[in-house]
């Protein structure tokens, strides 16, 4: 599901079209790949600090 939506906007044809959109969608998937990840990276931190 989350591979349809990576490759939906070059699927579409948007990617011919303005730089800003481009940027734009971009950006939104970047926002939640850090979001994503920096919730793994603290989970993995309190994991380690309840070991310790």
Partial sequence: ???AAVQ???ASGAYTGQPE????LIRQRDTVY???HS???H???TKLQNTL
Avoid at 21 to 24: E, G, N, P, V
Wanted: aromatic share 0%; charged share 20%.
């Fill in 43 to 45: 989970q993995s931190v």
């Fill in 8 to 10: 939906s906007p070059r």
């Fill in 39 to 41: 919730l793994l990276l």
């Fill in 21 to 24: 959109t481009i940027l734009r």
């Fill in 1 to 3: 599901m989350h591979d």
């Fill in 34 to 36: 850090v979001r994503h």
